[in-house]
């Protein structure tokens, strides 16, 4: 096995997280969809999409390094909001917890030498810089804005997204 038992539950432990995250994404793109707010709604079906990338990507390496793979059982996920800024908030909150998360198992791995297993975890450590960073401007583009305003934030988006 090129994994410890410790890192190996810890990453089981994320894929869960990371399997919740994509769920709450999708809670958040339904809510957004059901507002008429297409480009809000189609910003978090991507994220979504990516936090099972994520997800997937410790699945696999969980079995490359020859470890269990165990997935716990994933929480639901909240489908209703009272606002946009609440929404955001919540997945900046979630991006700041999966940080922590992060950083746990980068510090399990650094503890034990584990050099493949830092090199794996050096690509999430900078993902959530950026997955906090955009989380953090949209929710501050929402609060500029405000709630009657959304349309504004629509077009935000549009000018965000010709900029990549």
């Known amino acids: 096995m090129l994994i410890s038992k410790e890192l190996q539950d810890a990453m089981n432990a994320q894929i869960g997280s990371e399997f919740g995250a994509s769920m709450q994404y999708l809670g958040i793109a339904a809510y957004f969809q059901q507002e ?13 999409e990516e936090e099972k990338d994520h997800a997937m990507k410790f699945v696999h390496y969980v079995l490359d390094t020859m470890g269990e793979l165990r997935i716990p059982v994933i929480r639901e996920a909240k489908f209703e909001f009272s606002s946009a800024e609440e929404a955001v908030a919540a997945a900046l909150t979630w ?70």
């Open 95 to 164: 991006e700041q917890e999966v940080t922590r998360q992060i950083n746990n198992l980068m510090s399990i791995a650094q503890s034990q030498n584990d050099y493949l297993g830092c090199k794996f975890l050096d690509w999430f450590v900078e993902e959530q810089l950026e997955e906090i960073n955009k989380m953090d401007q949209l929710l501050s583009v929402i609060r500029r804005a405000g709630e009657k305003n959304l349309l504004m934030v629509e077009a935000y988006l549009v000018h965000v997204g010709e900029g990549e």
């Open 36 to 48: 008429n707010l297409a480009l809000l709604a189609k910003l978090f079906f991507e994220q979504a």
